[in-house]
C-alpha cells in the first residue's frame, strides 16, 4: 500500500491525511513542533496513520506532501527527499510570504523556487486551487465540507472536476494523476514547472477555486492566462 509523507499538519496537511486515508493509503504526518503535538489527529485518524519528525515522514513516504509556503530559510529534510515526488501544494501570496522579485518580475516560478530548493527531489505543483476549508457563504450542509472533500467524484461521474499539475519531471505527473483519480479529481498536465504561473491566484481557473471546474473548462481556462509582472 502506498503511503503518503505529509509535512504540515495544518487546514491543508490534516485534510489530505482524511482523504487519502479514506482512499486506502496509509499516512504519516508531521509538523514543526514535534509528533507529541499530533497525537489528537493522529487518534482521530485511526489505525493507517502515525506522526513523525519531519525527516521520519519524508523517508516513509512513496510520495511526500509539503503543506506549507515556500520560504527560503525553511529547513526541509533535504536529504531525506532526494529521490522523492514531492507535491507542493503551496501558491505565491506576497501578502503573506513576503515578495520573491524573481516570481514577481516572471523570471521564474514559486514551484521553481521549490525545486531549486530540494534539487534530487521531483517537485510538482498539485492540489494548489482546491480549498481546504468549508465554503462560504454555506448554501447547503455539504457546503460544510472541506472543498477538497465536498468537490470529489468517483471515476466517471459527469460532474467530476478537474486539478492542476506541473513538474519538470513526467513520472511525478504520473504519480499526482494517480493520487488525483484515487482521491476524487481529473488531473490536467500544465508542465512544466516553468508554466506553473497559469495557475496562479488571480488566474482565470483561479477565480474557480471554490466550487471547481471539469477539465475541459480548467484546460481553457489555463490557456487564457496572462503572465502579470511586477
Do not use: C
Not at 493509503?25 to 485518524?45: C, F, H, K
Not at 475541459?216 to 496572462?226: F, K, S, T
Amino acid at each position: 500500500m502506498t503511503t503518503l509523507g505529509i509535512l504540515g499538519a495544518g487546514q491543508a496537511g490534516s485534510t489530505l491525511a482524511y482523504a487519502a486515508i479514506g482512499a486506502g493509503y496509509d499516512v504519516v504526518i508531521a509538523n514543526s513542533r514535534g509528533p507529541e503535538t499530533l497525537a489528537g489527529l493522529v487518534a482521530g485518524l485511526g489505525p493507517k496513520a502515525r506522526a513523525a519528525s519531519p525527516a521520519d515522514a519524508a523517508s516513509a513516504g512513496d510520495l511526500v506532501v509539503v503543506a506549507f509556503p515556500y520560504a527560503r530559510d525553511t529547513l526541509q529534510p533535504v536529504a531525506e527527499l532526494a529521490g522523492k515526488v514531492v507535491l507542493d501544494t503551496n501558491n505565491y501570496m506576497a501578502w503573506r510570504d513576503g515578495s520573491f522579485p524573481e516570481v514577481d518580475s516572471g523570471a521564474t516560478t514559486i514551484y521553481e523556487l521549490r525545486q531549486q530548493q530540494l534539487p534530487d527531489a521531483r517537485v510538482a505543483q498539485a492540489f494548489s486551487h482546491v480549498q481546504f476549508h468549508a465554503r462560504s457563504p454555506l448554501r447547503v450542509p455539504s457546503d460544510a465540507l472541506p472543498g477538497r472533500v465536498r468537490l470529489a467524484r468517483p471515476a466517471g461521474a459527469p460532474d467530476r472536476k478537474a486539478l492542476v499539475t506541473s513538474s519538470d519531471h513526467p513520472d511525478a505527473v504520473e504519480q499526482v494523476t494517480r493520487l488525483y483519480d484515487d482521491l476524487g479529481f481529473d488531473a490536467v498536465d500544465n508542465s512544466p514547472l516553468s508554466e506553473s504561473w497559469r495557475g496562479a491566484p488571480g488566474t482565470p481557473m483561479w477565480r474557480h477555486a471554490v466550487d471547481g471546474q471539469s477539465r475541459e473548462e480548467l484546460v481553457r481556462n489555463l490557456r487564457r492566462a496572462e503572465r502579470v509582472v511586477r
